[in-house]
């Protein structure tokens, strides 16, 4: 299968958070069309271990936060957008300190993620981090978080029983388990 091109773009909305471009694009067939497209500047999310993540029962802090798109309180791992500039890794510990007020002692990446691209080029940057050291955490207006803490073992328990329906917390948490811990 071959690729598509872009032929010309219109931005349509400018905001905060995202713009909303619509794209004149050549599709591998050579037909074209237009395209809607939710350009986002990409995000940072971490699984935070708060025990040794290689030892006996690992425990993760993650957060639920009330999420007014899905209209429910969420479990989630600490995430964000990243700043103009600013590093996946840099986004990560920044995240991390804000919405928990931990820093990491150990940061690893785990993988890059699009969120959704049949209308969106996010990529989330997933990581894992241990060796935390508790702080002040510095929400943002809009965020209305509580930490929890779960062993890995409660927190896939989760995804399996739809607790966890947040995709990049439900990857970042499997990836975790299966890839880097052999959980």
């Known amino acids: 299968m071959g690729s598509s091109s872009r032929?010309?773009?219109?931005?349509?909305y400018t905001g905060r958070v995202l713009n909303l471009d619509i794209d004149t694009v050549r599709f591998p067939d050579g037909t074209s069309g237009e395209l809607e497209l939710?350009?986002?500047?990409?995000?940072?999310?971490?699984v935070p271990f708060i025990t040794d993540?290689?030892?006996e029962e690992p425990a993760v802090l993650m957060i639920r936060q009330f999420r007014?798109?899905?209209?429910?309180?969420?479990?989630?791992?600490?995430?964000g957008r990243l700043d103009s500039d600013e590093s996946p890794d840099a986004c990560a510990r920044r995240e991390l300190r804000e919405e928990t007020g931990c820093t990491a002692g150990h940061l690893e990446?785990?993988?890059t993620m699009y969120t959704t691209p049949g209308f969106t080029d996010e990529r989330i940057h997933?990581?894992?981090?241990?060796d935390l050291e508790r702080g002040t955490a510095h929400h943002e207006r809009d965020e209305f978080?509580?930490?929890?803490?779960?062993t890995l073992r409660e927190a896939l328990a989760?995804?399996?029983?739809?607790?966890?329906?947040?995709?990049?917390?439900?990857?970042?948490?499997?990836?975790?388990?299966g890839f880097r811990l052999g959980q």
Do not use: C
């Open 145 to 150: 978080i509580e930490p929890v803490v779960l």
């Open 158 to 177: 989760k995804i399996n029983n739809g607790e966890i329906v947040d995709g990049k917390t439900s990857l970042a948490l499997l990836f975790a388990a």
């Open 7 to 12: 032929l010309d773009t219109r931005r349509i």
């Open 126 to 130: 997933l990581y894992m981090a241990w």
């Open 68 to 79: 007014y798109a899905a209209e429910q309180v969420l479990f989630e791992i600490p995430a």
């Open 109 to 111: 990446h785990m993988h």
């Open 53 to 55: 993540p290689f030892g």
């Open 38 to 46: 939710i350009r986002h500047s990409g995000a940072s999310a971490v």
